[in-house]
């Protein structure tokens, strides 16, 4: 074998950055692979919560948002039209993930990573190490390698079936005048699904449409004509950049790992089912999964899923939960009314949706308030 290391992490996104520098945390060596160089694009709404920015503090990048200024409100349009606009509890940032990306990728370079560019085909557990393509060896490999993961592939999953399953479109467009403020805009038709507008604090904004696949073909022109639909005054000619990119949800998760093989992010379909949020669980599992391979290579599957379950296995029930009831359009306005009268239940529904937030008393309860008193709400 002419290349060994004790962890090899398979994609260099978010995940795999916060793997590698996780386990050089660890003490183990560690080797890095994207099948692209970087920095390059990656279509995503670049949203960053405060939550992300708490594991990236904890792993010492402290840059990551440098030079983008903060979005300290959220406006959350129901399908019916109920609107809400609060502060955040914490801001949130919009950055390109041509450069958040990259930024991760120099600080586990920094730490002390290998990078290379290599696109991995073949994923073999051979007694106490794992061989990639015939020539890498590693006690441990991490796959954080997105949504079509091959490492996934390798232990047996399929990609998630429908309506487990999004597809959205991205692009960039000239920001929407006002307050700076991440807009997401629900939709009554084909729901569920949303629109979103978030400024990058550069004259431009990340604009995308989304909906969960019901097991139709969702076609380019559709996915724009929805998008122009919910941010009247898009215009999809003028829009830049525009890319589409698959969803996989936590509503159908598989194994986080087995053996010596670990998967992270995308590539255990850590994607909010209420949001589409996925950076911070990207961040979170995989600084878990570089933690667990560097720290206990033959137990490495059994610690990360124990620490993945302690970590965010409760509020993964109960986003799961939330994205039951919504599938109900009248529970979304019931709770975006909800969340207008009451700051507290702001609060915890965005806690669900950016975080690692949970479902309360208080919140069923005043959304249930909120059904029993008014009828079903025009469809539009």
Known sequence: MSDEFDVVVVGAGPAGSAAALAARRGGARVLLLDRADFPRDKACGDGIAAHALDVLDELGVRDAVAGYPPLPALRLVGPGGDTVARTLPRPAYTVPREVFDARLVAAAVAAGAELRRHAVRRV?????????????????????????????????????????????????????????????????????????????????????????????????????????????????????????????????????????????????????????????????????????AAGSPGRAAARYTGSLRRRLGTHLRHSSMAAWLARHRRVVDAAIRAARRDDRVYRTVVELGLGDGRLDARTLGMIGIGLAGRDQPPRR
């Open 124 to 292: 073999e557990q051979r007694g106490d190490r794992v061989v990639l393509d015939g020539e890498l060896a590693a006690r441990v490999v991490v796959g954080a390698d997105g949504a079509g993961s091959v490492v996934r592939r390798a232990l047996g999953h399929p990609v998630n079936p429908d309506r487990h399953l999004a597809l959205a479109m991205r692009g960039y467009a000239p920001a929407r005048p006002g307050p700076a403020e991440q807009l997401i805009v629900t939709a009554d038709a084909r729901w569920p699904a949303y629109a979103w507008s978030f400024p990058i604090g550069d004259g431009r904004a990340n604009i995308g449409y989304g909906e969960v696949l019901r097991g139709e073909p969702l076609t380019r022109e559709h996915l724009l004509d929805r998008l122009a639909a919910l941010l009247p005054g898009t215009d999809p000619a003028t829009v830049d950049g525009l890319r589409a990119h698959h969803l996989p949800l936590s509503t159908h998760r598989p194994s986080p790992g087995r053996g010596r093989v670990l998967l992270a992010g995308d590539a255990l379909s850590l994607i909010n089912p209420f949001t589409g949020e996925g950076i911070f669980y990207a961040l979170l599992s995989g600084a878990l999964a570089g933690a667990a």
